[in-house]
Each structure stands twice: as C-alpha cells, then as structure tokens.
C-alpha cells in the first residue's frame, strides 16, 4: 500500500500534499484512539485547504489512509485488516467536518455500518483547530433493522 494521500487532490500545492502525507508517520499507541497531535495536524491541513480529510488508522496504531474530499463529504476507499466478513474490519476512521460541526451524519452512520468500521469519528474543525469530537461504533445485531445498532 502507497503511504500518499487519495481522493481529490486538485488545486492541493504540493506543501500541502507533503503534510497530508506526513499523516501517515504518526504511530498512535495502544491505549490511544487518536493523538492530539495527529489531531491538531489533521484539522489544521482541513482548514488549511476547506475540506474534508479522513484517516483510518489500523488496530496496531499505524495510519493505513489518508483521503480528501471537499468542504462537505470525503470518499472512504473500502478497507479490511480482517479476513472474515462477519467481523469487523479492523480499523478506525477518523474525519474532518470543515464546517465546524463535528456531528456525525446519517451517511456517517452508514458508512459505519456498511464498512464494518471498528469505529467512525467526526472532527469539527474551526479556524484549523478540533472544535469537537462525536465517535460512534456498532453495537449487538438489531432483528428489526437487520444491521448493527450505531451507538454514539
């Protein structure tokens, strides 16, 4: 896998495209669902250029993706770290909201819930600083939705 950033990169200088892919040199611990540090750059590039950046980061710590949107809504590339399909895919997605608004959306939730996502997290992002920070993960199998409950 290329550690360069995806998504739609036109117009992004190539100072900034140095940075995004940066992104993939931060290594979150263990205990840690993401670094300030990583957060801080994450909405800093987000404000830097007014648009959507999301970052998967593996259950080992290791950043695996970097993608940009635009100002309202980031393409996820479809990932698996695990083999079997029922399980979930072994990764956590984190992403900027631009707008400042870190609400997750209903095509957040059904990200979520269609990629398997160990968790989706929403970055409000205000002057290029995190204003807030909503986080949803699935939770047992609901019989009358046919799909997991997401639970913020």
């Not at 631009?98 to 989706?120: E, F, H, N, W």
Request: net charge negative; proline share 3%; aromatic share 6%.
């Amino acid at each position: 896998m290329a550690n360069k950033p995806n998504g739609n990169l036109t117009g992004i200088k190539s100072a900034m495209l140095d940075r995004l892919k940066s992104l993939y040199d931060f290594k979150q611990g263990l205990d840690e669902f993401a670094s300030f540090e990583l957060l801080s750059e994450l909405c800093a590039c987000s404000g830097e250029i007014n648009r959507e950046i999301s970052v998967y980061i593996s259950r080992d710590g290791s950043i695996v993706d970097v993608s940009v949107g635009d100002s309202a809504k980031v393409s996820m590339p479809s990932m698996r770290l695990v083999r079997n399909e029922d399980r979930l895919c072994g990764v956590r997605c984190i992403h900027t909201h631009p707008s400042g608004d870190g609400r997750l959306s209903g095509v957040d939730l059904g990200t979520l819930r269609s990629m398997k996502l160990d968790c989706m997290a929403a970055v409000g992002v205000s002057d290029g600083k995190p204003t807030q920070l909503y986080a949803a993960y699935l939770g047992d199998f609901d019989e009358d939705t046919g799909s997991r409950a997401a639970l913020v």
